[in-house]
């Protein structure tokens, strides 16, 4: 178990790495691929930091192996969740007015090559699900003893994230529908591979789609 002061670390890496990184991000246009790049330094240090510093193993932020019929069962589901809920939510955020922000940023991607896109959708899968839901999730729910707690606060941190990111709040609750989702799934579950292999799908799924939903 690792002590108050590396819990507290381990916490500001994996919460606010993204933000601490976003003077040197904001340096590439949005359609440059390295911003994406640079998304795989805080996770690297957190994976690190996990080993090296409070030497524990990859089961303590969720990185398990329940056989291959378990995996692909939690796949499934959670892929049919994420895209059933953006299926009967869509219509509802649609009426949001935040002056075509959250469509421009999308759009930008039909600016990258498909593989351009699936590396931006895997390092999405993979860095903002260990961040926030493998490593500050069981972090926080050790310091807490409460999985709500975990997950109010883990959630909340990455929504407020994209906010940063200067979105309008009215885009920022178009965050808030899958953010939701996968902390839900990670709390049922705990299984960290599962569920970046949702993410990276989900995403994988709107971006190579992308300039369907634009012609819609």
């Not at 998304?39 to 510093?53: E, F, H, I, M």
């Not at 499934?76 to 955020?93: H, K, S, T, Y």
Request: charged share 25%; proline share 3%.
């Amino acid at each position: 178990m690792p002590s108050r002061s590396e819990r507290a670390i381990g916490l500001t890496l994996s919460l606010f790495g993204f933000g601490l990184l976003r003077p040197l991000s904001q340096r590439f246009e949005e359609t440059d691929i390295r911003r994406h790049v640079l998304k795989w330094l805080p996770a690297v240090l957190v994976a690190g930091y996990v080993k090296l510093v409070e030497g524990r193993d990859a089961a303590s932020v969720g990185l398990r192996w329940d056989g291959p019929r378990t995996f692909l069962r939690r796949v499934a589901v959670g892929l049919a969740v994420m895209l059933g809920a953006n299926v009967v939510v869509q219509p509802l955020l649609d009426r949001l007015d935040d002056g075509g922000e959250f469509e421009a940023d999308i759009a930008a991607f039909t600016e990258l090559g498909y593989c351009e896109r699936l590396f931006a959708a895997l390092t999405a899968g993979v860095t903002e699900e260990l961040l926030f839901r493998g490593y500050a999730f069981e972090r926080l729910e050790e310091w807490s003893d409460s999985d709500g707690v975990a997950a109010t606060v883990s959630t909340v941190v990455f929504v407020l994230l994209h906010r940063g990111e200067t979105w309008s709040w009215q885009s920022v609750l178009r965050i808030s529908q899958p953010a939701a989702i996968t902390t839900a799934l990670y709390a049922r579950w705990r299984d960290l591979l599962a569920l970046m292999t949702v993410h990276a799908l989900n995403d994988a799924i709107g971006l190579l789609l992308v300039e369907r939903f634009e012609e819609s």
